[in-house]
């Protein structure tokens, strides 16, 4: 495998957040051929990057490319730059993005978010926070997501992901600059479905790591990662995604990665409270960002708010408030029907289909007045 190039010809880009998956995004562009900035909040972490071409601390062991360089201004990093990605923790976006607004003022750049969070109070996902705050056509908002486990494509090992856009160009534009010979990139136009997608892992992750922390075995796992999707999709559709995306690498996906890998942080979070430590110890003990602790209270608002049941992840949040035991989680909640929702139809559709049905409507809808979708993951 030759991912390296010499002189970067692509585009400019900058990459706000140089933690795990930012550095590693830095990097996939750079081996893409992009012209990369990296911006760290820590001037000593620049100053690795530029000198010794590492980041210790969140990808030990992995050479970046030549061609990456970094700075810890915030305005230096952003000069003529024509795509930035946003790689900070979902809830410190919008502080983030208020430095950032009269940077860009004037700018026409492509935003990307990498993130896999809600925001906390408002529920919003990140696509939505950078509309806010930057009041920018949406149609130059991207989001980025899939089996992405930072450290796997640091060592490019082959992966691949998707690049969701309202706008196909926008979409087309970031998945040319975010491919290279280990990292390939699909994109949709189902922003919703694909931010979702990437939020709602980490939950069901969380839940088995809990599940691992307590010692059950494989049979406990696989039930909840089959129910955790369709919690997932029920939630999702019900939001306004796409059914098919959930079932794609941003959904499926990116659960099977990060429910089976140690590397995951949200995986991680969860073993640590199965082994019994308290929320307050996991967030103590994590080093790096576990999104899902965050989002689990916004989400199930959202849920109660769209009526749908998400068993898994209310008994997650349960186990995070210390009000269940670990070793009580299971695969769905005992309920007044013995037979839960979704094994019935073997679609899983909380709501009895009406989320599935209002989905399959709105497609209708949009196929009727010439819309559609491309490039399906
Ligand atoms: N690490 C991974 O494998 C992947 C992570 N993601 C997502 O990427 C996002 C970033 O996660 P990671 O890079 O993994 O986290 P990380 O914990 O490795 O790095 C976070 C970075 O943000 C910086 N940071 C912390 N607080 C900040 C603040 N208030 N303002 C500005 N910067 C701040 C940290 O110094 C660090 O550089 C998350 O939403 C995560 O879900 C998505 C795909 C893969
Ligand atoms: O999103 C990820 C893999 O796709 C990373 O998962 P964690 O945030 O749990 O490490």
């Known amino acids: 495998m030759t991912p390296k190039r010499t002189a970067p010809v692509g585009p400019r880009a900058t990459v706000i ?9 830095g990097k996939i562009l750079a081996d893409g051929g992009a012209q990369v900035t990296m911006w760290a909040r820590r001037p000593e972490l620049a100053q690795e990057i530029n000198e010794a071409k590492r980041n210790s601390r969140y990808l030990p062991g992995i050479n970046l490319p030549r061609t990456m360089s970094a700075t810890h201004e915030l305005a230096t990093s952003l000069e003529g730059v024509e795509q930035v990605y946003l790689s900070v923790p979902s809830q410190s976006l919008r502080e983030n993005l208020k ?28 696509s939505q926070v950078i509309h806010q705050e930057l009041r920018c056509d949406p149609d130059r908002i991207a989001v980025a997501s899939g089996p992405n486990l930072a450290l796997e494509i640091a060592r490019e090992q082959p ?46 992750a969380v839940a088995i790591g809990i599940v691992d922390g ?26 306004g995604a796409h059914p098919e995306t959930l079932q794609g690498l ?11 890998s140690p590397l995951s942080r949200n995986n991680t979070a969860g073993r640590l409270l199965g082994q019994g430590y308290s929320f307050q110890d996991v967030v103590k ?3 790096q960002t576990a999104e899902g602790l965050a989002s689990v209270a916004p989400i199930l608002q959202l849920a109660r ?7 898994i992840v209310e008994q997650v949040k349960m186990v995070l408030d210390g009000k269940m035991d670990p070793r009580d989680i299971a695969p769905h909640l ?26 399959l409507q709105r497609a209708f809808d949009q196929f009727r007045n010439g819309g559609g979708r491309a490039g399906r993951d």
């Not at 009269?102 to 700018?107: K, Q, R, V």
């Open 17 to 25: 957040g140089s933690g795990s998956w930012g550095t590693t995004f």
């Open 99 to 126: 430095a950032l607004r009269p940077l860009l003022a004037d700018s026409d750049a492509k935003i990307i978010s990498l993130m896999k969070g809600v925001e906390r109070g408002t529920g919003l996902r990140m």
């Open 159 to 204: 992966t691949a992901a998707v690049i969701s856009s309202r706008s196909q160009e926008t979409a087309d534009t970031v998945a040319r600059a975010a491919r290279n010979s280990y990292f390939r990139t699909f994109v949709n136009t189902d922003v919703i479905g694909t931010e979702f997608g990437g939020v709602l892992k980490n939950l069901i």
């Open 214 to 239: 307590v010692g059950y075995g494989e049979n406990t796992k696989a039930s909840i990662i089959t129910r955790g999707l369709v919690e997932m999709t029920d939630f999702a559709v019900a939001n």
């Open 250 to 260: 941003a959904g499926l996906g990116d659960l099977i990665a990060t429910c089976q």
């Open 285 to 287: 003990q994590m080093q």
């Open 305 to 311: 708010e769209a009526e749908v049941d998400m068993p």
């Open 334 to 359: 005992t309920t007044d029907d013995d037979t839960p929702q979704g094994e019935r139809t073997n679609h899983g559709q909380a709501d009895g289909g009406g989320a599935l049905r209002r989905a």
